[in-house]
Nanobody, 124 residues
Framework: QVQLVESGGGLVQAGGSLRLSCAASGRTFSSYLMGWFRQAPGKEREFVAAISGSGGSTYYADSVKGRFIISRDNAKNTVYLQMNSLKPEDTAVYYC?????????????????WGQGTQVTVSS
């Protein structure tokens, strides 16, 4: 049974930082692409960042490029999202996801398993 558990969300002022964590269990995840997505109220879930199994390749949405950093520790089966220079428009529920099947994927249908999400609120 694959399980993804996010943590690290919270309330932060604009310009501040947060680090999200996603702990994975049920498989060895070092071969799989893992991603972060977010969903704001009334909006569709959108891609934020992804990282290859080895960690050697990373991908970002234009809206977070230069501010967010995705990383992973395969020994701990954990993926991180360091979020800096946060803006009110970053407010959303953030979800971790894993793509089991081979190949790059940057959209929600590409991913096979999802966490329950963690709320990030950025105040102005």
């Amino acid at each position: 049974q694959v399980q993804l558990v996010e943590s690290g969300g919270g309330l932060v002022q604009a310009g501040g930082s947060l680090r999200l964590s996603c702990a994975a269990s049920g498989r060895t995840f070092s071969s799989y692409l893992m991603g972060w997505f977010r969903q704001a109220p009334g909006k569709e879930r959108e891609f934020v960042a992804a990282i290859s199994g080895s960690g050697g390749s990373t991908y970002y949405a234009d809206s977070v490029k230069g501010r967010f950093i995705i990383s992973r520790d395969n020994a701990k089966n954990t993926v991180y999202l360091q979020m800096n220079s946060l803006k009110p428009e970053d407010t959303a529920v953030y979800y971790c996801a894993v793509k089991i099947h081979y190949g790059l994927g940057l959209t929600t249908p590409d991913y096979d398993y999802w966490g329950q999400g963690t709320q990030v609120t950025v105040s102005s």
